[in-house]
């Protein structure tokens, strides 16, 4: 994982999850786990059982710097091997292609001239 951003406020848009979790790291496995993250925000000093982990599947956001309650959420950018499992809820529709970049929101290829949408899931 790569520091992209420190101090900044929670996201607010292209978020897969929200969770709390122990520390970054677990929020990052999440991440890792997750076909469409390719980045999540962490926010170290959060009260019990408050959202202090972000998934998102676009890691070219624009950030504020926050203030008060809104601040100390820490970004990062996914890297390394990913991890797939068998029950993903960003799949592509009709076996259409998914295509992944770290630096775009997740799309499918659609193939088939009968399909259109972000995941394939509408016909045209």
């Known amino acids: 994982m ?3 951003l420190s101090d900044i406020s929670r996201l607010k848009k292209d978020i ?7 520390g970054w790291l677990d929020c990052g ?5 997750k076909r469409a993250c390719v980045a999540f925000n962490f926010k170290e000093k959060a009260k019990e059982n408050e959202i202090n982990c972000q ?4 890691a ?4 504020e710097r926050a203030s008060g309650e809104d601040s100390g959420w820490t970004f ?3 890297a390394g091997e990913r991890m797939f499992g068998c029950d993903e809820e960003y799949e592509c ?3 259409e292609k998914m295509i992944w970049d770290s630096k ?3 799309e499918c290829k659609c193939r088939k001239s009968s399909y259109m949408g972000h995941l394939c899931e509408k016909c045209k």
């Open 2 to 4: 790569t520091i992209f």
């Open 16 to 22: 897969i999850s929200e969770s709390n979790v122990l």
């Open 29 to 33: 496995t999440s991440c890792l786990e």
């Open 55 to 58: 998934l998102t599947h676009n």
């Open 60 to 63: 070219d956001l624009k950030f």
């Open 76 to 78: 990062y950018e996914t």
């Open 93 to 95: 529709l009709d076996g």
């Open 104 to 106: 775009k929101p997740l």
